[in-house]
């Protein structure tokens, strides 16, 4: 079966690593201002290794920018995040708080995975060449070794028939698949996905879920989504965060939020997105 590389156990069902390790994901006192507006204040949870968790809300609570904080796509206005242990893009030292060199924080995001509502591929490279680049320029692979690894994850995604394609020439379900494909080209550690589904026209999600679903199964990449699809986040998510307003305002295993959950708030939620 296809490999998607060395974080992936392909054919291993996924589990929740119980050893006291350091956890994939920590958010501890992030704070996230866009100039006097306060987005995220005191925002603390962990994500485990190979643990999915899923973002759930109403629009503006911070659910995307909390994804593109972890992939330093924002900076940071207070606190740390931890990639496995490590401190992102500040540390203390001295009881000051330092920023870390770009150089540094760049070698971290490296095995982090993000796939965005714009599908974000490069309209001038074919689908292969979308999906070797990154491998190449980044991690050193070798051509050939990076096209063969880039058909297998093509198969993987029902897509082995449009390698020599521009992107343009797909439709958005399609390309949705191939920037899954571009992502776990990198062999991620951490998958990040944001409302994935959420540009395609109904009848094209399916195919899209599918294929998340089929990663969920038989990878043990950690995975932080937001999605509006509630049946998805159901089926793959050991754990939902029910976001309002910059805080967590509750969280649990996905049949305790969905159906039995503590807050008006959440009820009226899920109520207008179910
Ligand atoms: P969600 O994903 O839950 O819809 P976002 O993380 O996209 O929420 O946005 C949270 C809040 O941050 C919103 O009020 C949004 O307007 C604001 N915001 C996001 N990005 C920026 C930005 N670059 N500049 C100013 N405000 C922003």
């Known amino acids: 079966s296809p490999h998607i590389g060395a974080s992936a156990q ?7 690593d119980t050893e006291a ?17 306060t987005v995220l ?4 949870f962990t994500v485990a290794p190979g ?12 659910k995307t920018t909390i994804l593109r904080l972890v992939m330093t796509l924002e900076e940071l206005t207070g606190g ?10 500040f540390e203390d030292r001295d009881g000051k708080r330092v920023e870390l060199p770009k150089k540094t924080t760049r070698a971290m995001t490296t095995r982090i995975g993000m796939v965005f509502q714009q599908f974000n591929l490069f309209p001038n490279m074919t689908v292969i060449e ?8 980044v991690l050193g ?9 880039a058909k297998s994850l093509l198969e993987r995604v ?8 521009h992107p343009t020439r797909l439709s958005g379900g399609q390309q949705q698949r191939v920037a899954i494909a571009r992502a776990l080209a990198m062999s991620p550690e951490i998958l990040l996905l944001d409302e994935v589904t959420s540009a395609l026209d109904p009848e094209l999600v399916g195919d899209v879920l599918a294929v998340l679903r089929d990663i969920a199964e038989t990878t043990d990449i950690t995975m932080l989504l937001v999605t509006h699809e509630m049946q998805f986040a159901r089926e793959v998510s050991d754990r939902v965060m029910m976001f309002d307003g910059g805080l967590v305002l509750e969280e649990g295993p996905p049949d305790l939020i969905f159906n039995d959950p503590s807050h008006e708030r959440t009820r009226s939620f899920l109520s207008s997105v179910l």
């Not at 392909?10 to 929740?16: E, L, Q, V």
């Not at 979308?130 to 320029?137: D, G, K, L, R």
């Open 10 to 16: 392909t054919g291993a069902s996924p589990h929740i």
């Open 130 to 137: 979308n999906i070797i680049e990154a491998p190449i320029h």
């Open 41 to 44: 204040e005191n925002l603390n």
């Open 21 to 37: 390790s350091a956890p994939a994901i920590e958010f501890k006192d992030v704070e996230k201002r866009f100039g006097k507006t």
């Open 141 to 149: 692979k070798s051509k050939d070794e990076a096209v063969a690894d």
């Open 51 to 62: 643990e999915r968790v899923t973002l759930i809300g109403p629009s503006g609570s911070g």
């Open 158 to 165: 029902g897509l082995s028939e449009k390698a020599d394609e």
């Open 80 to 89: 740390y995040i931890f990639i496995d242990g490590r401190p992102l893009t």
